[in-house]
């Protein structure tokens, strides 16, 4: 049923809301204007107009979809028109023809146009404008006359949320630019037909997402006189899992096929021996679903300038799928009694449920568990372009008091004793796994997340979970955000039994373990088939790791005291590397040293691992694991050389050439776990740039830009480019191929346009060496000063 308000905010932003009982005041209202427009209509150029902009709900909107509006600014009191006051002149006025109007403004929004097949977004229904951040966008203006850009000016302007801000990313103002920019927002014009021009706009790779209201301003060269069109159309733009510098990047095609692009899954239940699977529609293209979805969002109450964090979407979106604290999507039932709603077994999909809750203005769905919970949320994150899949736990243990264990109270003859038994382990539970980096945790965290819509714990006071990084719970960093304990204790916690003293204390009587976290599976890319990803989330069951895992965990629970405490912590360990570190193409040599600080021999089991890594901290891929055993001396300490071999990562680095060596062991002798770990990078080569001759603006002078192949193999398709402000526009050379340590030398002419302190700059780039590049500073003098 529609909702009435007086409140005008509501207006725009919620479905069904609607003028109610204030129709009839503004019926009057328009009346007494319209009086006054006929007996004054000198003052109807100026007042009327000033009031129809403030109050836009007293007068009836024109017809036509698209607005223009033409408006004085920065006019002395002297030469105001008649009428005074801050009027506005309209169209006919004599100003008018100075400047440059838009008529129209097309937008290139369908299906099959270039804009949504280059942006990903041609599967969804409509054709809406969808974009993804991070990436240029055509647009076509058709302008009141040709455009002159020696007198006329021209920026784009997009707004998102209640009360758009350039501060906080909600409004972004677009300068015209002669050249577009990475990280920036620009626009350009690439085509002039008549008085048609074609812009490619460039937005920024952490744009906020959801829907933005655009407007074109131009102005002429004085800047006295400023049109204003707004299409009647939204741009609705997305998270971009192809582009690089986004924090949801994913590299690999299939897998951005599969975690964003495919709309139908798999979800798996029954138990560890048994193993049940149902197909799931997620439809997250299909129409009203991308409205819906942003309808969650704005259900959440969450302001606008965060949703450019996809860790602030995940949290919003794992609290909004389900109801008890924020009447969210889906509301759940574990009765067995669903006879006012439909029960979580009926389910096939979530179209229904997101289309029922946005057409019921916000009433939760009834009802789901945690297979409808994940699927709905696979839904959401998928639509708002977050890798996404739905993930099954079976044997999945829920912690209710953060000691990362599982308890079980018994009283004194051992039977059980119900009012304290509340911890469980469920047959299965399914949740999800979102892929983003982790700028706010520790280099190495980014990657898959864990993320949980079904009610379980609160987290910060709201039912909501995640996203808790995969990486941290199989090393038991529970400290590390967000709701890494409760995660960890579904996957790997000890289900631990209690016998009550006669005093009423308690005390461990039996630790069992490898019961909780098996078979985690998800459906494979590109099949239908079971991926186990149990690896993923935990050690080898039984292995050394794991046990140290579990235990590094439990220090960090409510009941630290459950694995005894190291007798001593005298051991310590620190990884090292000498000078600048290794360079590209030759062995990378660490250094990892023990200091034992006690009086007596210690022995420790050491595990390594060494871990290619995006800049943004994701793991890519391991290169090598290692164990080893170590002996210290009494007061000793002790050095271990530790070599990865050229070979090894050959071919398998990432653009900043980043590593990760995470070592983790235990002290034989006093129990005490050591664990570390230690980022480091390939340093590549610098490209050598030498100016040849003086620099005078207007003066030829000559550089030479020289660099040799560090690789025992031959670099292919190599470009060179070159830029300077002030020294010249970027240049790109494609120099073909250098073979293995072979040197690469040549000499560009420059001739400087500006005087004074000058960088020359210029990289190198192929597909097997990346990040070369070099400055030199340049002194331009005045022309004719130097020679």
């Known amino acids: 049923m529609p909702v009435s308000a007086r409140d005008r905010t509501v207006l725009g932003r919620f479905p069904g809301v609607t003028l109610g009982p204030v129709e009839e005041e503004v019926e009057e209202v328009e009346e007494e204007v319209e009086e006054e427009v006929e007996e004054d209509q000198v003052e109807r150029g100026g007042c009327c107009r000033w009031m129809r902009q403030v109050c836009p709900g007293l007068f009836r909107q024109p017809e036509v979809d698209d607005i223009t509006d033409t408006e004085m600014t920065g006019v002395d009191e002297e030469e105001k028109p008649d009428g005074g006051g801050g009027e506005k002149p309209q169209g006919g006025d004599q100003?008018?023809?100075?400047?440059?109007?838009?008529?129209?403004?097309?937008?290139?929004?369908?299906?099959?146009?270039?804009?949504?097949?280059?942006?990903?977004?041609?599967?969804?229904?409509?054709?809406?404008?969808?974009?993804?951040?991070?990436?240029?966008?055509?647009?076509?203006?058709?302008?009141?006359?040709?455009?002159?850009?020696?007198?006329?000016?021209?920026?784009?302007?997009?707004?998102?949320?209640?009360?758009?801000?350039?501060?906080?990313?909600?409004?972004?103002?677009?300068?015209?630019?002669?050249?577009?920019?990475?990280?920036?927002?620009?626009?350009?014009?690439?085509?002039?037909?008549?008085?048609?021009?074609?812009?490619?706009?460039?937005?920024?790779?952490?744009?906020?997402?959801?829907?933005?209201?655009?407007?074109?301003?131009?102005?002429?060269?004085?800047?006295?006189?400023?049109?204003?069109?707004?299409?009647?159309?939204?741009?609705?733009?997305?998270?971009?899992?192809?582009?690089?510098?986004?924090?949801?990047?994913?590299?690999?095609?299939?897998?951005?096929?599969?975690?964003?692009?495919?709309?139908?899954?798999?979800?798996?239940?029954?138990?560890?021996?048994?193993?049940?699977?149902?197909?799931?529609?997620?439809?997250?293209?299909?129409?009203?679903?991308?409205?819906?979805?942003?309808?969650?969002?704005?259900?959440?109450?969450?302001?606008?300038?965060?949703?450019?964090?996809?860790?602030?979407?995940?949290?919003?979106?794992?609290?909004?799928?389900?109801?008890?604290?924020?009447?969210?999507?889906?509301?759940?039932?574990?009765?067995?009694?669903?006879?006012?709603?439909?029960?979580?077994?009926?389910?096939?999909?979530?179209?229904?449920?997101?289309?029922?809750?946005?057409?019921?203005?916000?009433?939760?769905?009834?009802?789901?568990?945690?297979?409808?919970?994940?699927?709905?949320?696979?839904?959401?994150?998928?639509?708002?372009?977050?890798?996404?899949?739905?993930?099954?736990?079976?044997?999945?243990?829920?912690?209710?008091?953060?000691?990362?264990?599982?308890?079980?109270?018994?009283?004194?003859?051992?039977?059980?004793?119900?009012?304290?038994?509340?911890?469980?382990?469920?047959?299965?539970?399914?949740?999800?796994?979102?892929?983003?980096?982790?700028?706010?945790?520790?280099?190495?965290?980014?990657g898959w997340q864990a993320v949980d819509a079904t009610p379980q714990e609160t987290s910060q006071g709201t039912f909501r979970c995640g996203p808790a990084p995969l990486t941290a719970l199989r090393s038991g960093q529970v400290y590390l955000q967000h709701d890494c304990p409760f995660v960890f204790a579904e996957v790997n916690s000890d289900k631990i039994y209690w016998q009550r003293n006669l005093d009423g204390t308690f005390t461990q009587i039996h630790n069992e373990k490898h019961i909780v976290g098996h078979h985690i599976s998800t459906k494979a890319v590109g099949s239908d088939e079971r991926y186990d990803i149990t690896h993923l989330y935990k050690q080898p069951e039984g292995s050394e790791e794991e046990r140290i895992a579990v235990e590094t965990a439990s220090r960090y629970g409510s009941k630290p005291e459950t694995y005894s405490a190291p007798s001593a912590e005298d051991v310590s360990v620190q990884v090292t590397l000498d000078g600048d570190g290794p360079l590209m193409g030759s062995d990378a040599e660490l250094s990892i040293t023990f200091t034992n600080g006690s009086s007596e021999q210690r022995s420790v089991f050491l595990h390594s691992q060494v871990a290619v890594m995006y800049y943004t901290g994701v793991h890519k891929a391991t290169l090598r694991r290692d164990r080893t055993e170590v002996d210290l001396p009494p007061d000793s300490v002790t050095s271990v050389e530790w070599t990865l071999l050229y070979e090894t990562y050959q071919g398998q680095l990432m653009d900043q050439a980043a590593l990760m060596l995470t070592l983790s062991g235990r002290v034989s002798q006093t129990q005490q776990i050591l664990a570390t770990q230690f980022s480091f990078r390939l340093k590549t080569p610098d490209l050598l740039i030498k100016p040849i001759g003086k620099a005078a603006v207007g003066k030829t002078m000559k550089a030479e830009i020289s660099f040799t192949n560090p690789l025992p193999h031959t670099l292919k398709a190599v470009m060179l480019r070159i830029e300077g402000l002030g020294l010249l526009s970027i240049r790109k050379i494609a120099v073909g191929d250098i073979a293995s340590q072979a040197s690469f030398s040549r000499i560009e002419t420059i001739v400087p346009t500006l005087s004074g302190p000058r960088k020359l700059l210029a990289s190198l780039d192929c597909e097997e060496l990346t990040q070369v590049h070099g400055v030199v500073s340049v002194l331009v003098g005045v022309r004719g000063l130097l020679g």
């Not at 577009?180 to 021009?197: C, F, H, P, S, Y």
């Not at 079980?408 to 039977?415: H, I, K, M, P, R």
């Open 95 to 446: 100003h008018d023809a100075h400047i440059v109007k838009v008529n129209s403004v097309d937008l290139m929004s369908e299906q099959s146009k270039q804009n949504r097949t280059e942006h990903h977004t041609d599967l969804y229904d409509g054709d809406d404008l969808i974009l993804r951040r991070g990436q240029t966008f055509l647009m076509w203006l058709n302008l009141s006359r040709p455009f002159d850009p020696t007198t006329d000016k021209l920026h784009l302007e997009l707004k998102t949320g209640a009360a758009p801000e350039v501060p906080k990313g909600t409004l972004a103002i677009i300068p015209l630019v002669d050249e577009l920019q990475d990280d920036r927002w620009e626009a350009k014009i690439v085509k002039e037909e008549g008085e048609r021009v074609q812009l490619s706009v460039n937005s920024i790779p952490t744009a906020v997402i959801g829907s933005y209201r655009l407007s074109v301003v131009t102005s002429g060269q004085e800047a006295e006189l400023t049109s204003i069109h707004q299409p009647a159309d939204n741009i609705y733009m997305l998270f971009n899992p192809w582009c690089e510098d986004d924090a949801v990047f994913m590299d690999e095609e299939e897998e951005r096929k599969e975690y964003v692009l495919n709309d139908i899954g798999r979800l798996y239940y029954g138990t560890e021996q048994q193993i049940g699977v149902r197909t799931w529609n997620f439809g997250q293209f299909s129409g009203g679903m991308l409205a819906s979805c942003l309808f969650v969002l704005e259900k959440s109450g969450t302001p606008a300038s965060g949703w450019g964090s996809p860790v602030n979407i995940v949290r919003v979106v794992s609290a909004m799928i389900n109801s008890p604290d924020d009447a969210g999507v889906v509301e759940g039932n574990w009765s067995g009694d669903y006879s006012d709603g439909t029960s979580p077994a009926a389910w096939s999909g979530s179209v229904e449920i997101l289309n029922n809750y946005h057409e019921g203005g916000g009433t939760p769905v009834r009802y789901g568990q945690c297979w409808v919970f994940s699927g709905v949320t696979t839904t959401v994150l998928r639509c708002l372009g977050i890798p996404t899949r739905s993930v099954t736990n079976f044997s999945s243990a829920h912690d209710t008091d953060v000691s990362l264990t599982t308890d079980v109270y018994l009283d004194e003859s051992l039977d059980p004793l119900d009012s304290l038994n509340v911890d469980s382990i469920w047959n299965f539970h399914v949740w999800n796994d979102c892929w983003m980096s982790r700028p706010d945790l520790p280099a190495g965290m980014g």
